[in-house]
């Protein structure tokens, strides 16, 4: 697999791997908390049939603020213009959480960019109260607080060693952690070691946190641009996502019948690494049915 990481410059230097291929491209855009590694385990196979990319968003993985912010607007410009200077003009966009988020602002403000979209449970409104769990509390409460959730996540940074906090979020973000093969750990651990020496690391958590957190609490907002994304959309959402629970992937392919709606019995919020064979199977075949039906 030819895999090279590569830094751009979009108004600052912005990291990326380029998984190589031919085709149309693909640009995969990690959650909050994230990296390019969160697709490491399906990037490759991307590559067979198409150009693959996936991005380090502002203020994470190995890209740096540099006198930016991590709000959703600006990740959203970020992407456009790694779409148009360095994908080719348009792509798929495949989006994981709050990257799945960013995907769907994307394909609505810049629908000449977006060939389709491919969301992996994306951070939606909350449609239930299995989102208010204390883990989700402390990670996703706590951090929206000014100054506080800072000073918060910089703590628990600095308190807890990354091998810890990478079980911690196998254990959270996945339905069966020993599916996460060590080398994936190991390279997701390594990040971290390299992220604990980045002094905007906690800054770009919460400043990430509490925009995607405005965007989904403006439910009327919201439902609006979902209504504006033209581009055909695929939605792959594990059952037992305990950070955006299933309920909420199911309000959105009522709010859009006309997407693809795969939801995946024994799956947490990460699909793509914890079952990326079963992921690539269901993006190839609706691939081919949306080919079939031009």
């Known amino acids: 697999m030819q895999r090279t990481s590569q830094f751009t410059d979009i108004n600052g230097p912005v990291h990326y791997v380029d998984y190589g291929g031919a085709g149309r491209s693909i640009v995969m855009l990690h959650g909050l908390g994230g990296s390019h590694l969160n697709w490491d385990r399906i990037g490759g196979h991307l590559a067979r049939d198409h150009r693959a990319f ?6 994470f ?5 540099e006198g930016h912010t991590a709000s959703m607007e600006d990740q959203v410009e970020l992407v456009a213009t790694f779409i148009r200077e360095e994908a080719g ?7 994981n959480s709050m990257g799945g988020t960013i995907a769907m602002l994307l394909a609505a403000e810049h629908p000449d960019l977006v060939e389709s979209l491919v969301l992996f449970g994306p951070g ?13 509390l402390m ?5 929206l607080l000014p100054a506080i959730g800072e000073a918060a996540m910089q703590r628990y940074f600095d308190s ?13 973000m996945t339905a069966d952690p020993f599916r996460i093969d060590d080398y994936t750990r190991e390279s997701l651990i390594e990040m971290l070691r390299l992220r604990d020496d980045m002094e905007w690391s906690a800054r770009a958590y919460c400043q990430a946190l509490r925009s995607i957190t405005s965007v989904l609490l403006r439910r009327a907002a919201f439902r609006k ?6 581009a055909p959309t695929l939605i792959i959402h594990g059952m037992l996502d305990d950070t955006v629970p299933i309920e909420s992937g199911e309000w959105l392919s009522r709010e859009r019948p006309d997407w693809k709606f795969a939801p995946l019995m024994d799956c947490g919020h990460v699909p793509q690494l914890e079952l ?9 075949a609706w691939t081919g049915q949306a080919s079939a039906a031009v």
């Open 54 to 59: 996936a991005l380090d968003l502002r203020g």
């Open 276 to 284: 990326p064979k079963r992921s690539i199977k269901i993006f190839r």
């Open 124 to 136: 939606l409104p909350p449609q239930s109260q299995k989102a208010f769990t204390k883990q989700n």
């Open 160 to 172: 807890t060693p990354p091998e810890e906090r990478i079980e911690f979020m196998m254990s959270k």
């Open 61 to 65: 993985g190995l890209t740096p603020l």
């Open 139 to 143: 990670f996703l409460g706590l951090p």
């Open 89 to 95: 003009g348009t792509a798929i966009v495949f989006g």
């Open 225 to 230: 641009t979902i209504h504006k994304i033209s």
